[in-house]
């Protein structure tokens, strides 16, 4: 059993190990080369009845653990979007392991409480949300839109679904290029999947706010009661933009709750040229976006703000005797703004990350990322093999490998070899998309330390092996 | 900005500090002193524009945040429930922050996902679960009973909730004793709060069977649809325990769901002598309790045994193209096993603390906390002043100052006060329920440090202040 004193002594050696890994973190491929059951086989079947050293424990750790690791942080990720942590953030998530408090009320840990309230103000200012709306960290997107889409359903019902249950037909819209977590909180919250809405989306996969009337018109003619619209700013397969000023319209006509998405998007509007994407948020209900993703800070951190923080309170609030304390009025009680009652102080890891770059240091990073995902669009471009498949509206680039004269069958599969045996090299790993029926590649640029011979790298793996297919 | 040099510097600092924050804990006062606005007056209205020093920030993080934290790891922390933390675990979390890997299928960190599984079999065989029963990690109980009901909801209508939404009057049945995230969960769910039955307890506040059988008749009377049954095992007033065979012969008779909530009591299972309340276990649907409460592992890890993997799986799964991978069938990629898409490896700290405890250590925790229990429990009852309110089934004892000849306001207002002035102390943090609507003190103890010195402290200070009243 490890004490107090060795606390200390592994705890540098883990922070060594920690920063080599960071160091040396492009000797590993980026993709795991393990297959299914080879770490699983490696473990045993039963928990050891006596202490370990900590030791052994490190090694396997080392031996067993790593080469099962998919290595998020290395500069040659590409896919799916980035999950980027900064040795700031890392320190903040220690600090905060260290403590241990408990993060539901204003009372288990006032700081952290204040903290948060504080930091999401910050937030709210650095990517010009407008004033008044407050902000709560959530764990994941996938949680904060559910926390929307619960808002939504009780404004709609008057509180009526949270009393007798769900039991009126409310329908929800997005873009058909929407992100799955949507889905997933339509069936949660007790919509039902059919009461969902796929909106059809224009040549840049953004919304077609004429689309959307139509339908919301056909549910009302149909007896329907329209709940919600959900937009999306940086679409998870192409990273479409979808125009929220004719859709907030839409919303105050029709006086539909309005959730925006912009996990990823969000980061961008740290600069003064992205933030035209946020024209008409003022008409929004609620916004979530994530640090976790492309602002340097250790999943899990989804930043979810509210215009109306009654509302969300009034959804989830319950009020326990052995909750109760003397400060509840004038304090923010988390456990009242989501699904769970215990919290992580996770304002803090934030704050070390705002602080410890700046906001002229993040701005700084997204403005190279922006400028590198331009920089392969254009090579694209200039590669008569190669197409560009959607608008670069951030740092991802969506491209194939053209083929004449074939089924779009044939070209996914082609590009599905390129794909395999690009991230086969262990230097970079992209994942695909389909979009509008179209085999795509993602080339998601975002990671903290990718730097341009990163992106050339990848560019030059991907010329080699479309070369010998 | 703090660069990758400068994150060993400060990681070694950070480290000793929480090694002498672990040794000098006790110098601090366990509940926070500050008061409401305290921590956010002491900060900036805006983030900075330039980087700051790591010097600056951890200066200011032990000058404005550590006022303002409640000491969850304080051997004086007999509140609420335990959250403690350890050594090995503090420093699994650390290395799952550095490696930031995003866990949310079994490509994107083969080691985390297998991990998982392999950790949450051992858990099962460690806590005595039926065999066949298999696990996840959740973030909290209150996510766990959610997924729960949400299970349950689609097994009552044959998965047509998640389809065209939730239409029936499905009912939930649970003891009046039961945690207040049941209620959440009830509401997110779309069952309508109008829908759970609150059922009552007996003189040990544990749920009357018969009255369970009778609240079912007389809603099937009704024409309502029975859904879903929750039983506590350790419920957080009192930790009362409710008799799992007869609800669970109730629950079969009428094809119920059976969900368990064992957030704190589960870890006692551990132990022999106390696994009999899991008699009836092989009729349990789904089960959570919390290794981030009394087992050593830093929040957030809730385990989450389900019996049917199928049923959890077809409640949540969605099938986006950019998720897809070639390894699908023969893994678990546990995004579909709950309401997150993105996943920290949690798994890491659990394997950390079950190796560097044994299964034997562990136990041995368990054993200790509850020997001081009894111990506390004894002095309660040889002193006459004093009443206990509730059996002691596992660490926490519910007891009160007595006072004859006045209304139960009066003794609630006494009592107030003196946990008031024990809390005060500093030594010591002691928090209060109600009891069939007579207040009742709560003396938890689970903390990993706590000794007997430190439970004979806090019965001192509560005797010492009971006399000055």
Chains 1, 2 share one sequence.
């Not at 500069?75 to 320190?91: I, Q, T």
């Not at 940086?234 to 309005?258: K, M, Q, Y």
């Not at 996990?263 to 740290?270: D, E, H, K, R, V």
Request: glycine content about 6%.
């Amino acid at each position: 059993m490890m004490d107090q004193e060795n606390f200390r002594r592994y705890g540098h050696e883990f922070i060594d190990w920690i920063a080599d890994y960071f160091e040396k973190i492009e000797e590993y491929p980026v993709r795991s080369t393990v297959q299914p059951g080879d770490i699983k086989n490696s473990l045993p079947d039963n928990p050891p009845v006596n202490a370990e050293e900590m030791d052994k424990i490190f090694a396997d750790f080392k031996e067993i653990i790593i080469p099962g690791i998919t290595h998020w942080q290395h500069p040659g990720w590409f896919a799916y979007f980035p999950a980027n942590n900064s040795p700031a953030s890392v320190l903040g998530e220690l600090l905060t392991a260290g403590l241990g408090a408990q993060c539901m009320i204003w009372q288990t840990s006032p700081a952290a409480a204040e903290l948060e309230e504080v930091v999401m103000e910050w937030l709210r200012q650095m990517i010009g949300l407008p004033k008044g709306m407050v902000g709560v960290i959530q764990d994941t997107a996938s949680t904060a839109t559910l926390c929307a889409l619960l808002t939504a359903r009780e404004n709609a019902t008057d509180f009526a679904a949270n009393r007798v249950g769900m039991r009126q037909p409310l329908t929800v819209y997005t873009s058909e290029e929407a992100h799955s977590s949507i889905n997933k909180a339509v069936k949660i919250a007790g919509y039902g999947i059919d009461n969902l809405r796929s909106i059809p989306t224009d040549h840049n996969f953004a919304l077609i706010p004429e689309e959307l009337e139509k339908a919301i018109e056909n549910d009302l003619n149909k007896g329907l009661q329209p709940a919600c619209v959900v937009a999306t700013l940086g679409t998870t397969s192409s990273t479409a933009i979808d125009p929220l000023v004719p859709i907030g319209e839409i919303c105050h006509r029709h006086n539909l709750w309005f959730h925006v998405d912009a996990a990823f998007g969000g980061t961008a509007a740290l600069l003064d040229e992205k933030r035209g994407m946020l024209s008409g948020a003022e008409m929004i209900d609620s916004f979530v976006f994530n640090p976790h993703k492309w602002m340097l800070t250790n999943f899990d951190c989804s930043a979810y703000f509210v215009k109306n923080k009654e509302l969300l309170i009034r959804t989830f609030e319950i009020h326990p005797e052995y909750l109760k304390t003397g400060h509840d009025a004038v304090v923010n009680n988390y456990r009242d703004w989501g699904i769970q009652l215990g919290r992580r102080f996770r304002a803090l890891k934030l704050w070390f990350v705002i602080r410890s770059y700046g906001v002229q240091g993040l701005q700084e990073m997204v403005r190279e990322h922006l400028r590198l995902a331009e920089l392969f669009k254009g090579w694209v471009e200039e590669d008569s093999r190669f197409e560009l498949m959607a608008p670069v509206n951030f740092s991802l680039v969506c491209f194939r490998l053209k083929k004449a004269g074939v089924s779009e069958e044939e070209i996914a599969r082609l590009n599905t070899d390129l794909l395999e045996k690009v991230n086969c090299s262990g230097r970079v790993y992209l994942t695909h998309t389909s979009l509008k029926g179209r085999y795509a590649i993602r080339m998601a640029i975002g990671q903290r330390t990718t730097a341009e011979k990163h992106v050339r790298e990848a560019w030059e793996l991907i010329r080699r092996h479309a070369a010998a297919l």
